[in-house]
């Protein structure tokens, strides 16, 4: 299936060995192309479309036309069994392949703090810093997907994130929304040079690794590894919109989140097992259901319905969990800005795809949407939905850096009614 | 944790409201009040619902007057207020079960295993205090409190401070001792091991905690030393705790790591061949603290400074009202000729005018958006190391921040507006959409309005603060000019917080941690580890008027700072459970700015003078910007890509700058020879040359090796004619230096 003498993760240690400065030309990037056809549509992935600000999900998927708080939104029927905004309506196309969980309850409704919580399944602690779920899949995935030499993990239009103690080789790769990369593509370098340059680097870095200062160094080392891949890789072909064909653009959408999720669906089908795409500007404090309309969900109901849809016409729908979510979200209270305010104790998010159920409303708020009447679910409970239907084990337990176990997805227990 | 115990319960909520109004009527039966005390124990929500009931219910007896005499200016109420409250209210039996199961409420949820300096709210009840004292109203002339007094006292007037001579700041300081010079290092490979007495047992008590009492009573102690005595006493404190804890230190650096060390973590770039060789050929004893004195009287030293608070204020993405080169040369003359902090933070809070003219009203002009939320927590963030962005929306459930201690420092910038400078529009709720700022550019401009500010608690109920900290309430006038007021307060009551914030952020900047992770999270509910030492740093930062130049000039010459990177135990023990020991520096990453300012200097283009330096930084602002990514919230965010994963590394391998580089540093050192005639001692020195001038040390034996093999294979394999053959060679010597400033050793400050 590949060449063990070149598999990317041993590249470094063997240019390092050969340390004489005698492997000018390694030929890796035939090597590479080789292996481009190997595209596995069939393996499991998670995108997850990230509302930065955190969206005010009480006017999207749960709403309250009865109640003070209700906005100016009514509801209107979907495929599915339940009933979401009129300002979704080709959403509401698809929701048989989705479902609603209105029951969100994870009470940090700080930007960062909602931030971390939400991608770790841990509140913050000053001593340790937990991975990404991303990252986390990364890392679990990730190795067991030789042919993929891009990373596992990669964040569209921003965000951020860390890999915590998994290491920075699974951090998220933050990619702008058209998929530019900055410097991916070599310049006035041949491989040859690229390779004696990575041979030279190879004797310096192994010095410093092994002096016994701490992980940074060899963090470094296996971020370069990633970096040459990104240089000679054809698989970089993915982050290339423009290749599709003009129709599937259209109905992705002519922006940022129509874009991105359009990439995300070619990573996938790459190889790549975990994607975020980011949307951000949710954080709306005034003025809420005049930037709703206008500017938030037409894009985001036109890209998600076309990614089902898209998903499902390429019989890859069953395998990708598809996940609309922020940090959380927005005041049942109107403020007298007409915004929404932070709220973290009550929110829905919506997620399908992956074999998991579609077309139900899992949970329940009371008439105004201020308090949860049903069973309340944690971001670990999301994750571990994930994770189980990804096929990554619930047992599996990482070791922090300081040797601390600690479960996946902080030791949730899978939303049931997602699952059957 | 499971999903399950996290439901909160409607009946639940019922059953609490009416436990609640039983205990506010004075009804409850002691059965009810142990039901009571376990449901609000079960659950975190339970505990929030009942600390707001009371909150409320406080609000409503004072508003029915029946807690007595209404005071002119009412003071914001919230859970302490509550408390007094009912403490008035103790002289009438009944009320016991009330004050009772609010304190053990109070202690059970404020009491977190590590905190041994136990809550405040006993340390308050434990004192007696006057009905008076407890229902009088602190005005903004501290006279009229007893409990503010010496020895800071408070006036209208700009704190009369005696400054030391602004021309020499770090060699005139009325109360020094002897010239920095003369300041006796360690000379041998290891840290002295002094035996010293302990601390007077005042320095073990807590430093920061937002009460008024607390905060006078640290500079009791803290007696201006002079520099050499301030370096002794850590070094003291430093080597105390290691022989406390069992840690063996890591030995000294050698002198070009130091000198590396300290070039990049003052100047914020490596240094020059030059500058390394000075440092070598100097002699004596006095040699360290000659060389940090040169750092720090430069103006290198100030714009690195001011690169360092200009991120941290208004960050790095361009925002169309913010001029964050006025404020980055501000900052960097404040740095340069007046370096005291107090008075920066002062000059940044109350700021007004147009930021394209006045640098320091470009901090709130960034910042401004969303009713001052942002302005209220980023100020807590930077200035006092407070996390209070939380109790916006509700009382801190680790510490004791109240939701009413944001808004009533929010209203410190109530009157606070951007305005455009043609038409006086007001521009704060556009802030975000802006792409351009309007014709004519904006200022930052004080309303003459007064008024509280109004919040909302959880539960929906209207609250009112007043603008107020550190037990100081100002008036609340239209005349009254409160940004003014609050850099007062913090330049007198809330000094310690400050000086305490600022030793804590610096620290982690020169050893990677702070006294607190997160460094900006100070409060009883995170224990900083070598308390001591936090402290007397704290005190004695405040006792030098706030010199930023002598808290520098302590840290770079203390013992902590000549330890190698290279550990003497295990990785595990100099970060025992993530918690720093300090046994060794720790590596930190370049910032984005020491990476471009090294490269600059190793491609000769680092700019010597002052007047290069607005070109220069114009085009390092365009270089970091390309890898800024805002987060789009409210609270002005941003990422940055150049932290040492892909895109940095991407940059380093392939980039225009990294590339030009390289190139310029294998010219530099081809000047003056001739490949075709070069002696192997040559060969060597030019590896050598490349390896100073990227790494600051000789190469090993392993890299003169190999990279001696690669430019004789090139001399032999090179072809053509001599200008061919010249370049081929430069090549290799080009491949050489790619490899040094690519490697991990050159990305980090070790």
Known sequence: MFNPLLDRRHFMQHVAAGAALTVPTLGFLEHLSANVQQVKKAEKACIMVWLGGGAPTIDMWDLKPESKNGGEFKPIATKGDFQISDQLPKLAGVMDRMSVVRSMSTREADHARGRYYMHTAYVPNPTVEHPDFGSVVSYELGPKRSYLEIPSFISIGGGGGSAGFLGMSHAPFVVDGNGNIRNAEMRNMTADRLGQRLSMLGVIEDNF????RGELPQAHKDIYVQAKNLLTSQQMAAFKTEQEDAKTREAYGNNNLGRGLLMARR??????????????????????FNALKNNKLPPLDQAVAALMNDLTARGMLNNVVVLVMGEFGRTPRINQDVGRDHWASSWSLAIGGGGLKGGRAVGATDKDGVGIESQSYLPGDLWATVAQAMGIPLSTVHTSKRGRPMKIANGGTPIADLLS | MTSRSNTIKPEII??????????????????????????????????????DYLQVHGELLWDEGRLGERTQSRPAIGRRRVLKVVRRAMAKPASWAVVSLALMFGVFVFWTPKNESGPTIVENVAKPQTSAEVTSVIEKTPAANPKIDAPLVVDNQKPTVARPDVSTPVTAPPMRGPDANSIVESDGRKPLMKEEPGLPPSFLEPMVTPSTQNAVAVVDDGKPLNDEAVIAKINQLLHDEWTEQAVKPAEFASDDVWLRRVTMDLWGRIPSVKEMNGFQSAEGDGKRARFVKKLLASEAYALHFADYWTTLLVGRRPNALVHSNQLRSYLANRFHEKPYWDEVVADLISAEGNPAENGPANYLVAHLNNQAVP?????????????????????????????????????????TKIQAVTGGEELQNKMSTMTSSPNGGVRLVNLKQGGPTFYESRNDVMHVAFPSYAGVTIGEGDDVNRREELARILQNQGKNELAAAY????????????????????GSHNPAVYPELFQFLSQQFAASDFDTKRLMTWICLSDLYRL?????????????????????????????????????LMSDEYPQNRQDWDRYLKGRDEWIRQFSIASQTDENDEVNLLDGTVPQALELINGEMSQETVKAIAVSVMRD????????????????????????????????????????ATRHQATGTAEKQLAMYQQTLEDIAWAYVNSNEFSVVR
């Open chain 2, 673 to 712: 020879i001739n490949p075709a005639r070069l002696t192997s001692e040559q060969e060597q020195g030019l590896v050598r040359s490349i390896c100073q001038k990227t790494l600051s040390r000789e190469p090993t034996e392993k890299e003169l090796t190999a990279f001696r093999r690669a430019l004789l």
């Open chain 2, 503 to 522: 030793v804590n952020r610096i620290w982690s900047y020169f050893f990677t941690y702070g006294f607190t992770n997160p460094v900006d999270d100070l």
């Open chain 1, 209 to 212: 690794i092994r002096s016994n």
């Open chain 2, 14 to 51: 019922d059953e609490l409201s009416a436990l609640l109004g039983k205990l506010c009527d004075q009804s409850l039966t002691v059965e009810e009040t142990r039901r009571l005390e376990a449901l609000v124990m079960s659950h975190p929500g339970y505990t929030q619902y009942y600390l």
């Open chain 1, 267 to 288: 990573l996938v089908e790459t190889g790549v097992p975990f994607i975020e795409v980011n949307d951000g500007g949710w954080d709306l404090h005034n003025g809420v």
């Open chain 2, 564 to 600: 190698s990177s290279e550990t003497t135990g295990t990785p595990e023990a100099d970060l025992a459970a993530g918690v720093p020991v300090f046994s060794k520096m720790y590596l930190k990453p370049m910032s984005p700015e020491q990476v471009y300012d090294s490269f600059s």
């Open chain 2, 375 to 415: 302005a209220t927590a980023v100020t807590a963030r930077l200035f006092l190391c407070k996390q209070m962005q939380c109790v916006q929306c509700h009382n801190h459930p680790f510490n004791d921040s109240r939701q009413t201690d944001f808004w009533q420092l929010n209203s410190f910038f109530k009157q």
